[in-house]
């Protein structure tokens, strides 16, 4: 078998042999169709991800890393909350050895599952950090990142997969696509991150599959087939059927560990058949072995379409679907098998730096042992000894006590503590190396840092952090505890770069923002746990934005005499709204012709106008979506400077600003409902008193999945009241869609209010 993988390493390096090729498909070459994806991160940095051969630099990987490499999944567990990605993750730990017994989410023992290892998650039974862990399934080694559903907590699925080479995509089979699940498929195409989906719950009353599959084809737009068929549904569920091999198993014993082959029943049949062959045409779409196959009408052996299963995943044409219920021990195993089989090992994916020395220019990054250390810091926590500094290694070797560069500062530090995580268990290693995650202990630095030896100056990306949506004033009830409170938003600004802290300047109030109440509630809770602070909390706030909605002109004139040198600036120009949908919030064209204002003045210009919309007339918010230009102006030889002409574009904004008819822009958020069918007419009633927009409402069973756009400001409470409508059967998930424009009266309220608080 070694040989076998050593062989499959060499092809992966370019050498041929079309006998084998069957057999390694998990270290060849991908097709090249695979384009990377482009996207905008936080930072002017680009990633490039792709799984086809490029030129190899020369620190390529030798035979004996890519044995141990292709025996190598970092994966991660994403889904809509209340999935059962935690629930999944424990049956892995407890089916590959690493833990002895299995605890349940919510489970009436009170220990609660391995993964969620805080004790607001255990009693909350909802994820809210992300976990690592790693465990070894045959002779494959599994690094898991187990990532929380809620949409509050996405930032956490952002720098998972921003460092994870494949994922699991998790849907549950009465529920199907739920928001959540868009978003986090979402996330996966911009990492570029091949995926498994698992339709865990089948053994659920409703439980229905083939739905949940034709929503991920029209939904995700996801070109999926199932690899397997449960025997049975609901209570019914015994087994599953391998879709590629068209043989069955059952799972006995009390832990569903006793794997026996059965008989595909009769009537069952003829489905496995028309499965597979639609399995084999959606593989053929994506993979040109099986597509020759399939326009030749010859027949697809087992092996074959697995190894082009294989390459249509990595190259993000396909995504095969796995069946089973993890709370019922059903399935899981064989969902192993197909991470070890379809998902990449780290010699799959090719990562590119950047090259800080060559003018950022991008640089493919091999996964090897003997190359120059590139690690990116992916998340930080405060753990019991210091700063917590998860890592991914994407090239080179990292030992306990060896010096390491910060790419970012500049900054040379010594690794003192080398830890591999297991949820919230330390091991200590004393070295790592590529494709590795593992965590640093005491060493201070920002999530999204770059880690190199000193021999190369490469800078990894960081992830795409979203904006927050909601604010909350907060401060100690006692002076004692101010000590206290600064230190744990210090550490929770560090920790995650979601949560945002601010002072009022008007007010002089602590501003918390983060992405939902749960999120701001979370941390309220934790700083009371934690570090022993109680808090005043205000009432929440709506991060709103102000914009305009024509074109105005300006001309203004800045003089100003005092004795000795004055202040003269002229600036002449106009502003007007960006087209809808654009992607940047702010546009400053030069649009002078000659040196009407001399060069050395226009950055004070640009300067100006980016001061001036930091504050709107309106309600004192941020102005977004708008396009300032500068035409013409004129400087004075003695009284002209920097300081004037700064003064001039924001006088000059302010003034043109209140002829440009502007409004306010708040943020709707994309809500989805589910309930029992006799509540749907009090729901949608209550969606229209609180001016959302139903965008669909459809049965699925006995209830009735409601979407709407609703704003903000109308959802806080939400839960409480539709709790109270649906005698506690109804629950709702909600995200960030857009910011749009407030109603007349709301505006007019908005405008009164800052007034009167001014």
Same mark, same amino acid.
């Given at each position: ?11 992966? @390096? ?5 006998? %084998? ?15 990377? *994806? ?13 799984? @086809? ?78 976990? *690592? ?150 593989? *053929? ?44 021990? #059903? ?79 500049? #900054? ?81 600004? #560090? ?32 700083? #009371? ?26 001309? %203004? =004139? ?15 120009? %106009? ?26 003045? =226009? ?30 102006g004129a400087a004075h030889a003695v009284d002209s400077s920097e300081l004037a002409f700064k003064l001039a574009c924001q006088y000059a904004f302010r003034d043109a600003y209140s002829k440009a008819s502007p409004t306010v822009l708040e943020p709707i958020m994309a809500v989805e409902i589910r309930a029992p069918n006799e509540f749907q007419g009090s729901i949608i009633g209550d969606v229209n008193r609180r001016k959302g927009l139903i965008q669909n409402s459809e049965g699925e069973g006995d209830e009735v999945v409601i979407e709407a756009h609703v704003p903000l400001a109308e959802m806080f409470g939400y839960s409480t009241g539709l709790r109270s409508m649906t005698q506690g059967k109804g629950e709702f998930t909600m995200e960030y ?22």
């Open positions: 078998m070694r040989a076998v993988r050593l062989l499959a390493g060499a092809v992966h @390096s370019g050498l041929t042999s079309s006998m %084998y090729a069957p057999y390694i498909c998990a270290a060849s070459a991908a097709p090249t169709g695979c384009q990377p *994806a482009h996207f905008c991160g936080w930072q002017q940095l680009t990633c490039l991800r792709n799984f @086809s051969a490029l030129p190899q630099p020369n620190f390529e990987p030798n035979f004996e890393e890519r044995d141990a490499l292709m025996d190598v999944r970092n994966i991660g567990i994403s889904a809509h909350i209340d999935s059962g990605k935690t629930t999944l993750t424990e049956r892995i730990l407890f089916y590959t050895g690493r833990i002895h017994s299995i605890h349940e989410v919510r489970g009436k023992d009170g220990v609660g599952a391995k993964m969620d290892h805080m004790d607001l998650e255990r009693e909350k039974g909802i994820t809210i950090q992300s976990a *690592a862990t790693y465990c070894k399934w045959k002779d494959t080694n599994i690094n898991i990142i187990d990532t929380p559903g809620h949409v509050d907590f996405t930032i956490e699925v952002e720098r998972a997969l921003r460092v994870l080479d494949g994922a699991i995509l998790v849907l549950c089979s009465v529920g199907g696509v739920q928001s959540q699940s868009i978003t986090v498929d979402r996330q996966m195409r911009r990492y570029d991150v091949p995926r498994l989906a698992f339709i865990n719950k089948c053994d659920r009353a409703g439980a229905d599959p083939i739905r949940v599959l034709n929503q991920m084809r029209d939904k995700l737009k996801l070109n999926c087939s199932p690899v397997q068929l449960p025997l049975g549904l609901e209570d019914k569920l015994r087994g599953l059927i391998d879709v590629v091999e068209q043989r069955a198993y059952s799972f006995g014993g009390p832990f569903g560990n006793e794997i026996t082959e059965v008989d595909i029943p009769d009537e069952m049949k003829a489905t496995v058949t028309a499965r597979r062959a639609e399995l084999v045409e959606r593989v *053929a779409e994506a993979d040109e072995t099986v597509g020759e196959l399939f326009l030749m009408e010859e027949p697809v052996d087992a092996e074959t379409l697995r190894g082009g299963i294989r390459r249509a995943t990595l190259a993000l044409k396909f995504v095969p679907v796995f069946m089973g219920s993890a709370y019922k021990n #059903k399935g899981v195993q064989l969902l192993l098998d197909g991470v070890t089989t379809y998902l990449p090992s780290p010699l799959d994916v090719t990562n590119r730096a950047l090259d800080v020395n060559n003018n950022q220019a991008p640089l493919e990054l091999p996964s090897s042992r003997q190359g120059p250390l590139v690690a990116l810091a992916f998340k930080l926590e405060e753990g019991r000894f210091g700063q917590l500094t998860y890592m991914r290694i994407y090239s080179g070797t990292v030992r306990k006590g060896d010096p390491i560069v910060n790419a970012t500062t500049g #900054k040379r530090i010594k690794v003192p503590r080398l830890v591999r995580m297991h949820a919230s268990d330390l091991e200590d290693i004393s070295q790592a190396s590529a494709g590795d995650i593992v965590a640093m202990f005491g060493v201070e630095c920002a999530s999204g840092d770059t880690f190199t030896d000193g021999s190369v100056r490469y800078a990894m990306t960081s992830i795409t952090v979203p904006e927050p949506v909601m604010s909350l004033a907060v401060a100690p009830k006692n002076r004692e505890s101010s000590g206290a409170f600064s230190k744990a938003l210090n550490r929770f600004t #560090k920790e995650d770069p979601t949560f945002k802290v601010g002072m009022d300047p008007e007010s002089g109030q602590t501003i918390i923002s983060g992405m939902g109440e749960l999120h701001l509630d979370i941390y309220v809770e934790r700083m #009371k746990r934690e570090y022993k602070v109680d808090a005043e909390v205000g009432a929440p706030r709506v991060n709103y934005r102000e914009t305009i909605t024509k074109r105005a002109n300006f001309d %203004y =004139l800045h003089k100003k005499q005092s004795g000795g040198q004055g202040q003269y600036g002229r600036v002449v120009g %106009y502003i007007e709204p960006l087209p809808e949908g654009s992607a940047e919030k702010f546009e400053y064209a030069n649009e002078i012709v000659g040196n009407a204002i001399p060069p050395n003045y =226009l950055p004070s210009c640009k300067k100006g106008f980016e001061e001036a919309i930091n504050s709107g007339a309106l309600i004192g918010h941020p102005v977004e979506g708008v396009r300032v230009a500068l035409t013409d869609n857009q910011h749009a424009p407030v109603t007349s009266d709301k505006l007019a309220e908005l405008t009164l209010s800052h007034k009167r608080g001014s």
